[in-house]
């Protein structure tokens, strides 16, 4: 399995990683529990005026958490608007993660883009002449448009720009075809798709059943996602956590302390917020789901790059059209 996906080790240990947060942050809940208890004694005898002050402390950490989760949203918003639009990023078809990075963010445009009348056109479905000569040219090609719209959202996450550009590279080289799909997975689900559908209507199991090609994980991946019907909320912070869960060892030290520090922020926010809406266990149980669908994405991610692997074995056209260089940087 590793032959195709050299950093599903490293996955399997964020999950443990998270698991280990979701435990400490448990512990440390029962010790200030524990500790308002014997405030709560004392206050008894002696009524102290800091409680207070610790409840504004509190309001103020919520708020600031809602604020966090609120840029996050307003940020894939700008990207699924572009997503959903004539948006169609040609000049990044043939150029390396570096080229995209050194440019100014289109995510900034978003309202400049309409969405085409025409779509989703009704059981779309990519011929095979389509797929030798056009998609990789004029038509959208949108496992390349959802590579760049994720390397479009980290420019701009508050972490990023801490990184040198080698570390920012190393980090999408290895984050970025696992956030695609989960990308391309939750946005299916939104429209009650129970496979793989992308906004101009076009369903890539379809065109793999016409051609018979093996590709079960189109339908599949949709399922943990559904499952549990996860909320833009949960589904914006995984991937933020996601962003951050690189460990190549390609990445500095420095850069690896910074991604481990936002790490460690994004999944505590994550967990906090669950637990604030559905209580204390309840929302450690929604935590254990969210991270449940991460392992089946990292699954499902390892199969797309036996399925790519797979087709380019079989298409001379895959493997010499120019975007394959950029597709090789993120499936290598």
Not at 125 to 137: G, L, P, Q, T
Not at 143 to 170: R, T, Y
Not at 317 to 325: G, I, K, L, V, Y
């Amino acid at each position: 399995m590793t032959t195709f996906f050299p950093h599903l080790y490293e996955y399997s240990k964020f999950i443990s990683l998270a698991k280990e947060y979701e435990k400490i942050d448990e512990h440390q809940t029962q010790i200030q529990r524990k500790r308002h208890f014997a405030d709560s004694k004392y206050a008894e005898q002696k009524p102290i005026k800091y409680l207070t002050l610790s409840k504004n402390t509190l309001s103020f950490n919520q708020c600031r958490q809602s604020s966090d989760i609120d840029f996050l949203i307003y940020l894939e918003i700008k990207a699924q608007k572009l997503r959903e639009s004539s948006y169609n990023p040609l000049k990044y078809y043939n150029v390396s993660i570096n080229e995209i990075l050194k440019e100014r963010t289109e995510l900034a445009n978003f309202n400049r883009y309409q969405k085409p009348a025409d779509w989703p056109q009704s059981s779309s479905i990519i011929h095979i002449s389509e797929y030798k000569h056009k998609c990789f040219s004029t038509s959208r090609h949108w496992m390349i448009i959802d590579f760049i719209l994720c390397v479009e959202i980290a420019k701009i996450l508050p972490f990023f720009d801490k990184l040198n550009i080698d570390d920012k590279q190393e980090l999408l080289k290895s984050t970025t075809l696992l956030n695609s799909l989960f990308t391309q997975a939750y946005y299916s689900f939104t429209v009650s798709c129970d496979a793989l559908i992308f906004p101009d209507g076009s369903v890539p199991c379809m065109f793999t059943q016409k051609h018979n090609i093996q590709s079960g994980f189109f339908e599949e991946i949709v399922e943990p996602i559904k499952r549990i019907k996860m909320t833009k909320e949960e589904y914006v912070l995984l991937k933020t956590m996601i962003f951050c869960s690189s460990k190549s060892e390609f990445i500095s030290v420095e850069g690896s302390k910074i991604i481990e520090s936002e790490f460690h922020r994004y999944s505590k926010l994550l967990l906090n917020f669950l637990q604030a809406k559905y209580g204390d266990s309840e929302g450690a149980v929604r935590y254990s789901q969210i991270l449940s669908v991460l392992e089946a994405m990292i699954y499902f991610t390892q199969k797309a790059k036996e399925f790519y692997f797979y087709v380019g074995t079989l298409n001379t056209n895959f493997r010499q059209h120019s975007t394959f260089a950029l597709v090789k940087q993120l499936i290598n």
